[in-house]
């Protein structure tokens, strides 16, 4: 058909050669050279074309050499389905319902124009039901075209595509795809037994052709806790390159649900090392490291995640966990960058207790947070309390009460703010308030603090026998010499001269060799004035 011009016939040959060695696009190039020449056999390059640009993924391009070949030669079947299947992969449901539909019912026509009909309406949500009926009757459709059926099933409709499966495993027993598309569908819902049935059934066919069969049933090992099993078909996975990251998190959480931390951490950090970008991966990373033992190797993961991510998130868990595991410094650095670039409240209140509990080189830029916010009931009440404090702390008494009463309205059992408010109506010389303050906090809690404060109290309004008590208490818990000394003094101060004696004493117990404490107990014992 190519006349007496050689080089046609020629170059007709190269073009073939290149489509035989799947080298569409240059196929395609030389295709249209050849459909611009006269003398050509146009149909045949026209489908051949058609052919080139659906298999190299050029659905559109095909399409119209198609229709072009339709409008030269019309009704030729297999033409007309590529046409059909064209318009399905290029999502044109319409037309490729509308072209299918026409040819269907011609028993010549190819059982591809059925199938892809099939999947079209399942994908407009039309009914198609009758049309899996008619696909039962033909004697001639194949397991692939089944499969590919069942994979659009499995996408709609699971429970219909595990019916359809059902019947093409009763036509093909043995075939490994149809057995893939049930692994697939107990995946989808979750029984992983099931899915390792079937995944074994293929293993014992077929081992190359569908990775993800030896995966599954890895997984299925993995939750059974038969883990040598398990390891093994990881590792033929791994050698062969089909453990992605996906693959890596899926494995990742079968480890983790058996409570094996390190194979858990390591299938997360491999799947990292796959995708570094990915923010999820690293959170399920610092989740499984999330134990105070591994404090250095949390806060350098955080880092490398924000390293990699940029994500301020990784900046804001970093310094949480900094902050609780009393590295205040380093979660004030921490937070203060992730609310430079994420000024949200939750960050704000962990920088502020940060700021905190890191010392008082903090308190102005704690003021300085604080001064653009007020109490709510939401507030966090440990923040509230360190921004009361500090208020108290420069002299901005009224402040203080505002944070610590306001907050109290929210977390009326707050220790630490009733203490805040305690420390309010000393300052304010209120003690009998103070006292009645301190001494509901410590129904709550008996921490130090509290008693000491309240001993104070009971020093102003003179109840001595109570301050003695609750400062003999406080020193037989502490059993610290200096503590012991400074309790003295306080009595000294306040002319309680023989009160002062078993607190100089005790500090003495502790610390035989306390100079301060034995000076004043020489004195005191020899009726001198200090």
């Known amino acids: 058909m190519t006349g007496n011009n050689p080089s046609l016939s020629q170059d007709l040959v190269q073009a073939d050669e290149l489509f035989t060695n799947q080298r569409y696009s240059e196929a395609i190039t030389l295709y249209r050279k050849l ?42 079947l297999t033409i007309q389905t590529m046409m059909g299947i064209c318009a399905f992969e290029m999502n044109d449901l319409k037309t490729a319902k509308e072209i299918l539909l026409s040819i269907t019912n011609d028993t010549l026509a190819p059982e591809e124009a059925l199938a892809t009909l099939i999947k079209t309406l399942i994908r407009l949500e039309e009914p198609f039901e009758s049309y899996i009926q008619k696909w039962w009757e033909h004697a001639t459709i194949t397991p692939s075209l089944t499969y590919d059926i069942a994979n659009e099933l499995i996408t709609m409709n699971l429970p219909m595509a595990e019916a359809f499966l059902e019947m093409a495993l009763s036509r093909f027993p043995s075939d490994t795809s149809l057995l893939y598309g049930m692994a697939i569908c107990q995946l989808k819902k979750q029984d992983y037994h099931k899915a390792a049935l079937f995944c ?22 993995i939750l059974s806790q038969d883990t040598q099993k398990a390891l093994s078909l990881i590792e033929e996975a791994q050698q062969k390159g089909w453990l992605d990251s996906e693959w890596h998190r899926q494995l990742a959480a079968a480890w983790k649900s058996i409570q094996n931390i390190e194979k858990t951490k390591e299938h997360l950090w491999q799947a990292i090392r796959l995708q570094p970008e990915d923010s999820s991966l690293w959170l399920s990373y610092l989740d499984a490291l999330s134990s105070p033992g591994e404090a250095n190797e949390f806060l350098f993961a955080c880092e490398e995640a924000y390293n990699h991510t940029k994500d301020p998130v990784f900046l804001k868990i970093a310094g949480s966990f900094a902050f609780s595991v009393g590295k205040y410094s380093e979660a004030s650095q921490l937070l203060q960058k992730a609310y430079a670039l994420f000024q949200d409240k939750e960050t704000l209140t962990l920088l502020i207790m940060a700021l905190f509990s890191s010392g008082e080189e903090s308190i102005e830029i ?33 402040k203080a009460y505002l944070w610590f009463s306001n907050t109290l309205s929210s977390f009326p059992d707050d220790p630490n703010l009733l203490y805040g408010l305690a420390l309010v109506e000393m300052d304010r010389h209120q003690w009998q308030k103070a006292q009645e303050i301190l001494l509901r906090a410590l129904t709550m809690t008996d921490h130090p603090t509290l008693s000491y404060a309240l001993g104070l109290c009971y020093l102003q309004t003179r109840e001595i026998a109570k ?5 003999l208490s406080l020193c037989e818990t502490k059993k610290d010499a200096n503590f012991c000394y400074e309790i003295a003094l306080l009595f000294l101060k306040n002319h309680y001269k023989q009160e002062a004696l078993p607190f100089l004493t005790q500090a003495i117990t502790y610390d035989p060799n306390h100079q301060e404490a034995m000076a004043y107990l020489r004195l005191l014992k020899n009726h001198k004035e200090l």
């Open 35 to 76: 459909l611009e020449r006269p003398g050509e056999n146009k149909l045949t390059i026209l489908e051949k074309l058609g052919w080139s640009c659906y298999l190299d993924g050029q659905y559109k391009e095909a399409f119209r050499y198609f229709q072009w070949y339709d409008k030269l030669s019309p009704n030729e």
């Open 200 to 221: 074994e059934d293929i293993l014992s066919h077929e081992r190359e052709k569908f990775p993800l069969a030896t995966l599954i049933v890895a997984l299925s090992k």
């Open 366 to 398: 704690i003021a300085s947070l604080a001064s653009s916010l007020s109490p709510s009931p939401d507030f966090h009440p440990y923040a509230a309390y360190c921004i009361g404090k500090t208020y108290l702390s420069i002299g901005e008494r009224d």
């Open 467 to 471: 301050a003695s008590s609750l400062f």
